[in-house]
């Protein structure tokens, strides 16, 4: 059995590099009960309170990033990359957040100016294109974000999350930044790059075996509220597990189309034996107009020398 290029998209965004075109697998799939159906998107309590908005300022300087050994990827070799400093925000980007973008300006989503988005559901045994799914609606018709508004927005494509930056006055992160961000500022081959929290309950991920079984140790199915898990060296927020975030840089920098744009971080979707993601080196990809129910992003700006470094660095 062949997957269509629109599921090799959507496994693409999901973080896998593995083939799922073997028949046996599939056979051996679909005769295994999956977890249960009918799980509702949302719950859990949210420690927003006192973090909604918040940016931390990253130290520009010379940083050592890129995909560990023994994970290596071509892709991503470890390299130098020199920043200037910058802000980047303490959580995800919000539902709450993302709603009084919509408000104040009638945006008007990808998903829905297209008809619907890439969805994954409890109980189903792959990605599918569910029509009038969007941000409102992460997991189709008849779903809600009501006990999800601290929860990042998903269903959100590149042109979306742009659109919101800009209109909040940041920016997206370069996937350097981002790198940078997500290591705690602590070069390539910390322990931190391999913290697995598949096992070690550090970040929201898949626990167990997909499609099988998600044995919910971390207590979430899909998102968690932004900031229910403990944050990196830098004090941020689910810079691994919970959705892949969305940078601004182009897949192939030589693509000047910019039709693949880079997603790192890993998602709540992200299991062992499916993606294994969950690196700070690894280079997740989609196309930009394209949106996800495991996507979302946060945002960044530069640095103000004269006004910024008055106040402590963290």
Known sequence: MQLGP???????????VVALGATGYWMERQSTPLHEPGIPWGGGESPLATLEGEMVLVR???????????????????????????????????????????????????????????????????????GRAHWRQPLGPGSTIEAALDHPVVLVSWDDALAYAEWAGRRLPSEA???VAARGAVSAGSAAAHRNPAEDGSANVWQGQWPRKNDLKDDFFYTAPAGSFAPNELDLYDMIGNVWEWTADPYEPADPSGELRVARGASWFCSPNYCGAYRPGFRGKSPASHAFNNVGFRCARDADPARDFQQPVI
Do not use: C, K, M
Request: glycine share 12%.
């Open 6 to 16: 629109a599921i090799r998209i959507a496994l693409a965004v999901a973080g896998t």
């Open 60 to 130: 520009g300087g010379t940083y050592r990033i890129g995909d560990e050994s023994g994970h290596a990827s071509g892709d991503a070799p470890i390299r130098e990359v020199s920043l200037r400093p910058f802000y980047i925000d303490r959580h995800e980007v919000t539902n709450r957040q993302y709603a009084r973008f919509v408000a104040a300006t009638g945006y008007v989503t990808t998903a829905e100016r297209q008809g619907g988005g890439w969805v994954y559901r409890s109980g189903s045994s792959d990605w599918e294109y569910v």
């Open 177 to 179: 930044e981002w790198e």
